[in-house]
């Protein structure tokens, strides 16, 4: 009987596994070394070849390292995979092409488990709520983990916010089940509190009604018994305003008390007179400005009224004021120069002191910030006349000129269009005898008669010739025996020895007076005016007094500004209405004042926020008396 020899299944697979890794030839054993049926596996002869090579050095990875042959030991026929010293053959995917993953093994056969810590470095959290922090992945212990060590859980409160840490915001109603209220007044309605993302209260507020005179908020906007009608009742230092409901009972007026009558701009007797009967509270001068006016009393002290907003009424308020009121602490005033917002004053020593808009300077104390009250120019104290417009001058009394405030376009004359929170001279000017501001133009009437101007030139205002801006004094052409100078907003006049007036600039309403809407850059004649002897301009009109005491204006007339009982627009100079015996004029913006030879003063034109000082806001036409002056 022929025998075999069999060889056991591992034996196999092995020889298999020894095959695959490029081993030495390997030769199965022959059932019988003389049967004549022997093959390559009988152990027979055959002829040679590349496997039947001498032995050679065990095979190396790709690594370099030896190679450990590992047995077949999870049976799937395949055999180990040689990898350095990593014979675990219960893992297929053990292959040195494979990326190393955390998992505790030598997934990439270079002799280290979960090296280069793979998958590693992502931004991960740890912790919930409050708790929760950052941090980045780390492959240990053959799994990943977050290094963020989660932050300490505190006691919940009402803030949308898991405090304690526990998956839940808000839990347990933090601050909740506490009584509140809900609306105010009438419509206040009682609950208790509720926490939802924050403290709540679960009253809701009851409806609001019309509101009664009961000392109750009957309509919820938190003030009781608003809205009522305001009684007012006495004059003067006696006037009261009261409201209409008082405490839930009908308000009753009563005037305050009358005192003694003295020279403050104030009716101190309650007789609807302002210093009435006392010597020295004459007006001896009259200011107009943009929107308010000003008077000077033969006592030093100024009185204001008009538009009050930036503080240029001077009474320490911005309150509108409809009748003449005190400037506060000023009793030595002997000039006034009444701006487009704000005011001036040189006192009786040379100093000045201006109060209103600060924005650019205006004020010449150094600082932007508005003043209510008289406050001093810095370094100023030998000031002998003021002009104010947007910005403000003084000349001194050498005979020079400073400026301060704005300069948007060279209106303070110091060759530059830098803004001056102090006074600053004017260029090459050193024998003034007379100055007046414009709106952005001045203007100095010179000792010999000759004028100069320097700043804003876009209509000729400056009579030059050109409309080009100057940054520092530039002659007018052609006059040169001026006794007087004037500015208006865009436009200037002289008046001249003989008593004729030229006019040049801005002539859109016939403010130049010269019988055209034409604009001039050189001086032009007055339509019919030889006996003048005070001029004033304001923003779009001109007036003259006459060497008989009578006014005339024209120009601008929307709001009667001209006084001719018309508000017709008039190219040529018209006779103010009823108005026979003025000693002084001055113009504002776009109304009109003139002071009577008996010191009453009286105004016209526009009276938006009072500045005629009637008590009213309504335009006049005619000359009106001032109240109580």
Same mark, same amino acid.
């Given at each position: 009987?022929?025998?075999?020899?069999?060889?056991?299944?591992?034996?196999?697979?092995?020889?298999?596994?020894?095959?695959?890794?490029?081993?030495?030839?390997?030769?199965?054993?022959?059932?019988?070394?003389?049967?004549?049926?022997?093959?390559?596996?009988?152990?027979?002869?055959?002829?040679?070849?590349?496997?039947?090579?001498?032995?050679?050095?065990?095979?190396?990875?790709?690594?370099?390292?030896?190679?450990?042959?590992?047995?077949?030991?999870?049976?799937?026929?395949?055999?180990?995979?040689?990898?350095?010293?990593?014979?675990?053959?219960?893992?297929?995917?053990?292959?040195?092409?494979?990326?190393?993953?955390?998992?505790?093994?030598?997934?990439?056969?270079?002799?280290?488990?979960?090296?280069?810590?793979?998958?590693?470095?992502?931004?991960?959290?740890?912790?919930?709520?409050?708790?929760?922090?950052?941090?980045?992945?780390?492959?240990?212990?053959?799994?990943?983990?977050?290094?963020?060590?989660?932050?300490?859980?505190?006691?919940?409160?009402?803030?949308?916010?898991?405090?304690?840490?526990?998956?839940?915001?808000?839990?347990?109603?933090?601050?909740?089940?506490?009584?509140?209220?809900?609306?105010?007044?009438?419509?206040?309605?009682?609950?208790?509190?509720?926490?939802?993302?924050?403290?709540?209260?679960?009253?809701?507020?009851?409806?609001?009604?019309?509101?009664?005179?009961?000392?109750?908020?009957?309509?919820?906007?938190?003030?009781?018994?608003?809205?009522?009608?305001?009684?007012?009742?006495?004059?003067?230092?006696?006037?009261?305003?009261?409201?209409?409901?008082?405490?839930?009972?009908?308000?009753?007026?009563?005037?305050?008390?009358?005192?003694?009558?003295?020279?403050?701009?104030?009716?101190?007797?309650c007789d609807g007179s302002v210093d009435d009967g006392l010597v020295g509270c004459d007006v001896v001068e009259v200011s107009g400005g943009g929107g308010h006016t000003c008077?000077?009393?033969?006592?030093?002290?100024?009185?204001?009224?008009?538009?009050?907003?930036?503080?240029?009424?001077?009474?320490?308020?911005?309150?509108?004021?409809?009748?003449?009121?005190?400037?506060?602490?000023?009793?030595?005033?002997?000039?006034?120069?009444?701006?487009?917002?704000? /005011? +001036?004053? !040189?006192?009786?020593? @040379?100093?000045?002191? #201006? &109060? *209103?808009?600060?924005?650019? %300077?205006? =004020?010449? $104390?150094?600082?932007?910030?508005?003043?209510?009250?008289?406050?001093?120019?810095?370094?100023?104290?030998?000031?002998?006349?003021?002009?104010?417009?947007?910005?403000?001058?003084?000349?001194?009394?050498?005979?020079?000129?400073?400026?301060?405030?704005?300069?948007?376009?060279?209106?303070?004359?110091?060759?530059?269009?830098?803004?001056?929170?102090?006074?600053?001279?004017?260029?090459?000017?050193?024998?003034?005898?007379?100055?007046?501001?414009?709106?952005?133009?001045?203007?100095?009437?010179?000792?010999?008669?000759?004028?100069?101007?320097?700043?804003?030139?876009?209509?000729?205002?400056?009579?030059?010739?050109?409309?080009?801006?100057?940054?520092?004094?530039?002659?007018?052409?052609?006059?040169?025996?001026?006794?007087?100078?004037?500015?208006?907003?865009?436009? /200037? +006049?002289? !008046?001249?020895?003989? @008593?004729?007036?030229? #006019? &040049? *600039?801005?002539?859109?309403? %016939?403010? =130049?007076? $010269?019988?055209?809407?034409?604009?001039?850059?050189?001086?032009?004649?007055?339509?019919?005016?030889?006996?003048?002897?005070?001029?004033?301009?304001?923003?779009?009109?001109?007036?003259?007094?006459?060497?008989?005491?009578?006014?005339?204006?024209?120009?601008?007339?929307?709001?009667?500004?001209?006084?001719?009982?018309?508000?017709?627009?008039?190219?040529?100079?018209?006779?103010?209405?009823?108005?026979?015996?003025?000693?002084?004029?001055?113009?504002?913006?776009?109304?009109?004042?003139?002071?009577?030879?008996?010191?009453?003063?009286?105004?016209?034109?526009?009276?938006?926020y009072g500045r005629l000082g009637d008590g009213t806001t309504s335009s006049r036409s005619t000359p009106t008396p001032v109240f109580g002056l």
């Amino acid at each position: 009987m022929t025998r075999r020899f069999v060889l056991p299944l591992s034996s196999v697979f092995l020889l298999m596994a020894l095959a695959a890794c490029g081993g030495d030839d390997v030769v199965l054993p022959a059932e019988d070394a003389g049967d004549s049926d022997a093959g390559p596996l009988d152990g027979g002869p055959r002829d040679a070849g590349p496997r039947d090579a001498a032995p050679r050095d065990a095979a190396r990875d790709a690594t370099g390292i030896d190679a450990t042959i590992c047995p077949d030991e999870d049976g799937d026929g395949h055999g180990a995979v040689p990898c350095g010293d990593d014979c675990d053959d219960a893992l297929d995917a053990v292959n040195p092409d494979v990326a190393e993953t955390c998992n505790g093994v030598d997934d990439d056969c270079n002799g280290s488990a979960d090296d280069g810590n793979p998958g590693g470095g992502a931004s991960c959290e740890n912790g919930i709520g409050a708790c929760s922090r950052t941090g980045a992945t780390v492959c240990s212990a053959t799994e990943l983990g977050c290094d963020a060590i989660p932050g300490a859980p505190t006691t919940e409160v009402c803030n949308g916010i898991d405090d304690d840490c526990n998956g839940t915001s808000d839990d347990g109603n933090p601050g909740g089940g506490v009584s509140c209220t809900s609306g105010v007044g009438a419509c206040e309605r009682t609950g208790v509190t509720a926490c939802s993302g924050s403290i709540v209260c679960g009253a809701t507020p009851g409806p609001p009604t019309a509101e009664a005179c009961n000392a109750v908020d009957d309509d919820c906007n938190s003030l009781v018994d608003d809205g009522f009608a305001v009684l007012s009742c006495g004059v003067g230092a006696c006037a009261v305003s009261t409201s209409s409901c008082v405490g839930g009972f009908a308000g009753v007026c009563t005037p305050g008390t009358p005192g003694v009558e003295a020279c403050n701009g104030v009716d101190d007797d309650c007789d609807g007179s302002v210093d009435d009967g006392l010597v020295g509270c004459d007006v001896v001068e009259v200011s107009g400005g943009g929107g308010h006016t000003c008077a000077r009393l033969t006592s030093g002290a100024v009185v204001c009224w008009g538009r009050n907003d930036y503080g240029q009424v001077g009474d320490g308020t911005t309150v509108e004021r409809h009748t003449p009121t005190a400037v506060t602490g000023l009793t030595d005033a002997v000039e006034l120069a009444a701006g487009n917002r704000h /005011t +001036c004053a !040189r006192r009786a020593s @040379g100093a000045v002191v #201006c &109060w *209103g808009i600060n924005s650019s %300077g205006h =004020l010449g $104390d150094g600082s932007t910030i508005g003043r209510l009250t008289p406050t001093p120019v810095s370094g100023l104290a030998d000031a002998v006349e003021l002009t104010a417009d947007k910005s403000t001058c003084a000349r001194r009394s050498s005979g020079g000129v400073v400026c301060w405030g704005g300069n948007d376009y060279g209106q303070l004359g110091d060759g530059t269009m830098i803004d001056r929170l102090t006074p600053t001279p004017v260029f090459g000017l050193v024998d003034a005898v007379e100055i007046a501001t414009g709106s952005e133009h001045t203007c100095a009437r010179r000792g010999s008669g000759a004028i100069v101007c320097w700043g804003k030139n876009d209509n000729g205002q400056l009579g030059d010739g050109t409309n080009t801006v100057r940054l520092a004094p530039v002659s007018v052409v052609g006059v040169t025996d001026a006794l007087e100078v004037a500015t208006g907003a865009l436009h /200037t +006049c002289a !008046r001249r020895a003989s @008593g004729a007036v030229a #006019c &040049w *600039g801005f002539n859109f309403t %016939g403010q =130049l007076g $010269d019988g055209t809407t034409t604009n001039r850059n050189v001086p032009a004649g007055v339509s019919g005016l030889i006996d003048a002897v005070e001029l004033a301009a304001g923003s779009e009109h001109s007036c003259a007094r006459r060497a008989s005491g009578a006014v005339a204006c024209w120009g601008y007339n929307f709001y009667g500004n001209l006084g001719d009982g018309t508000t017709t627009i008039r190219l040529t100079p018209t006779a103010v209405s009823g108005l026979p015996d003025a000693d002084q004029i001055s113009v504002g913006a776009y109304h009109t004042c003139a002071r009577r030879s008996s010191a009453a003063l009286l105004c016209w034109g526009s009276n938006g926020y009072g500045r005629l000082g009637d008590g009213t806001t309504s335009s006049r036409s005619t000359p009106t008396p001032v109240f109580g002056l």
